[in-house]
């Protein structure tokens, strides 16, 4: 069952931890791992490449493992399957696919619905998919269209960018992802949520988690953390 903040609670556990850095070692992702733990943040978002190590170093903790697959380009179904199935294998609980842009905004929407449906049914319920649609590309109209393309595909949440942006968040898409889907999908607003502050705006416009780099410098500052 999905949880959801209430103004006053913790933040820790609707935060998605972003660490996707290529240059990062064991020893670094170690690291990442002791906050994870430390902090008690949701989940942490990392490459494929890191899963297995991450969740052996996180076994018996409250930390969920979230790889991404055919990120950020959209990349080919079969592609995305074959990564999904491999860190499903590997011990992750979440897969963030991102959507081809491209065929959204040529209204190839069969074609979407399938990249997301393969993927879905590759977790075979093991793990749950979030589907980036790099929201700062579509028009008002596409975000509504791929948003109902994801629910009705399975999708656990929607995210309105994928790990690999780092622009600003916009709250009107936010609102009209939120308008367009059912309470039966979860929101994950990813981003350029760099302080506590920005990160209680996403919570209050309606998202159900948050995904950012800075999850440790908005935990220090939060005076409902248990730090």
């Not at 999904?84 to 842009?101: N, S």
């Not at 009705?152 to 916009?170: D, F, H, P, R």
């Not at 760099?194 to 500052?221: C, F, H, K, V």
Request: charged share 20%.
């Amino acid at each position: 069952m999905r949880e959801t903040w209430k103004p006053g609670d913790s933040i820790a556990r609707f935060i998605d931890h972003i660490c996707l850095q290529p240059s990062a070692t064991a020893i670094e992702m170690g690291r990442v791992c002791e906050e994870a733990v430390t902090y008690a943040i949701r989940s942490l978002n990392i490459s494929g490449y890191w899963v297995y190590a991450c969740k052996e170093q996180l076994s018996g903790t409250n930390v969920f493992i979230s790889a991404v697959c055919g990120t950020p380009t959209g990349s080919t179904t079969r592609v995305k399957v074959y990564e999904a199935m491999e860190a499903i294998d590997d011990g992750a609980d979440e897969i963030e696919m991102t959507v081809p842009v491209g065929a959204v905004k040529e209204g190839r929407f069969g074609l979407l619905s399938n990249d997301i449906t393969a993927v879905v049914r590759a977790a075979e319920g093991r793990a749950a998919i979030k589907v980036a649609i790099q929201a700062h590309l579509l028009t008002a109209q596409q975000l509504s269209e791929v948003t109902s393309i994801a629910e009705a595909a399975g999708a656990s949440y929607i995210q309105n960018e994928s790990s690999y942006y780092e622009g600003s968040v916009s709250l009107i898409d936010l609102k009209r992802i939120g308008e367009a889907k059912t309470r039966g999908m979860g929101l994950i607003a990813c981003g350029a949520i760099l302080n506590r502050e920005s990160a209680y705006q996403m919570l209050a416009a309606g998202a159900d988690r948050i995904a950012t780099r800075a999850a440790p410098i908005i935990l220090l500052s939060d005076p409902t953390s248990a730090l």
